[in-house]
């Protein structure tokens, strides 16, 4: 018999992913100076981990099936735990990068179980209130990740950082020992290979998987590339950090839209091209004014447009892979966050923010469009 879990601790699971990257971006200076590598090496950690988080997406969401919701879930934090432990007691570049790319397949169980989790018990608009809510938790993320990363930076530098995600990994997998209930109600017979041939045949997942990575590129790229604009313009670690607050209230300005325009039973094209319009905006934006401080202002509409698309593509993307939920959203987060690693590998040797999110901009006008063309 299956149980709902809690919504406060799978808003957090959903939330300590993108904390993990938040709470880092700050140290990307501190980390490039500490290990005498240059920018464009220290950025590159970003797309290492997003690789390896695509590999632990599919590796989580496939034992979800097989063991349970909970017991992955424990095994996955554990690892990322051991993980945090490595990345805090390292002086070597190329540890750092094995203990960020442990860290990522480790926390990726955050992300697949959880959501895997809310459609085992949640569906139709429910589900789709549910994705908003959780939105509006990530929303958060930005604030406290940015602020945390930047306060512990400017304090300690990149190694008081892994400290405070060392804690953090504990704490989360004490929450969930007590907390967590187990939500599958039967184990399914699984045909991964049938499975994946399907989805791969599916254009509707594609185009879902491209507007996943679309949106992710465009806000990570600031997580990525920001610090050394500040950095570039005069400004510190901490002051970086600072910005995670107008981006957090862009993103929670986005959700919250979101949920108003759900509530007046606005379509998901509708939403979709709004999503695209703003991120059009803001990329013409900080294209523009790079070169100042300014630049933070246009952001603030990438991350309206990532609260606006990111809940309508994922409740709705695996409406026909019910039965073998975990591993299709495994295979699902394979795409997109396969397709997260390469754009911002290009993101980060390009260096150019605006460049980037214009990029991004442009690509998701076009899936949006192919996509309302083809209902």
């Avoid at 797309?47 to 997406?57: H, N």
């Avoid at 990345?87 to 070597?92: D, H, K, L, R, W």
């Avoid at 993320?141 to 995600?165: D, E, K």
């Avoid at 570039?232 to 209230?249: D, H, K, P, T, V």
Wanted: aromatic fraction near 12%; charged fraction near 10%; glycine fraction near 10%.
């Amino acid at each position: 018999m299956s149980t709902k879990p809690s919504l406060w601790l799978m808003v957090v699971m959903l939330m300590f992913p993108q904390i993990v990257e938040t709470i880092y971006s700050p140290a990307l200076g501190s980390i490039a100076h500490s290990f005498a590598v240059t920018y464009t090496q220290a950025a590159q950690t970003l797309s290492v981990y997003f690789f390896s988080f695509a590999i632990g997406v599919v590796v989580w969401g496939v034992l979800a099936d097989k063991w349970g919701r909970r017991s992955t879930m424990m095994v996955g934090l554990f690892i990322y735990g051991c993980a945090a432990l490595l990345a805090m007691q390292t002086e070597s570049f190329t540890t750092l990068m094995v203990a960020r790319a442990l860290s990522a397949f480790g926390i990726a169980v955050g992300s697949v179980v959880t959501q895997t989790m809310l459609r085992d018990v949640f569906s139709g608009d429910e589900l789709g209130q549910v994705f908003s809510l959780m939105g509006t938790g990530i929303a958060i993320s930005p604030v406290i990740g940015m602020w945390l990363g930047g306060q512990l930076t400017q304090a300690g530098g990149y190694h008081y950082v892994f400290v405070a995600l060392f804690v953090m990994a504990a704490i989360l997998l004490m929450l969930n020992l007590f907390k967590l209930p187990e939500t599958q109600k039967e184990k399914q017979p699984l045909q991964l290979g049938c499975l994946m041939s399907r989805m791969v045949r599916d254009t509707q997942i594609w185009q879902s998987a491209l507007l996943v990575a679309l949106y992710n590129i465009a806000l990570f790229a600031y997580y990525q590339l920001g610090a050394f604009i500040f950095v570039e313009q005069g400004f510190s670690a901490e002051q970086f950090g600072y910005s995670g607050i107008a981006l957090g209230f862009g993103t929670l300005l986005g959700s919250y839209a979101n949920k108003i325009l759900l509530s007046k039973g606005m379509t998901q094209d509708y939403l979709l091209w709004i999503a695209a319009t703003l991120l059009t905006l803001g990329a013409g934006g900080v294209y523009m004014m790079q070169a100042s401080i300014w630049f933070v202002v246009p952001v603030m509409f990438v991350v309206m447009s990532f609260g606006i698309a990111i809940p309508n593509v994922l409740s709705t993307a695996l409406a026909d892979y019910k039965h073998y939920v975990g591993s299709a959203g495994a295979l699902f987060g394979l795409m997109y966050y396969s397709l997260i690693a390469g754009g911002l590998a290009l993101a980060g040797a390009v260096q150019h923010l605006g460049m980037a999110l214009i990029a991004c901009s442009l690509a998701a006008l076009l899936v949006t469009a192919i996509r309302t063309s083809q209902r």
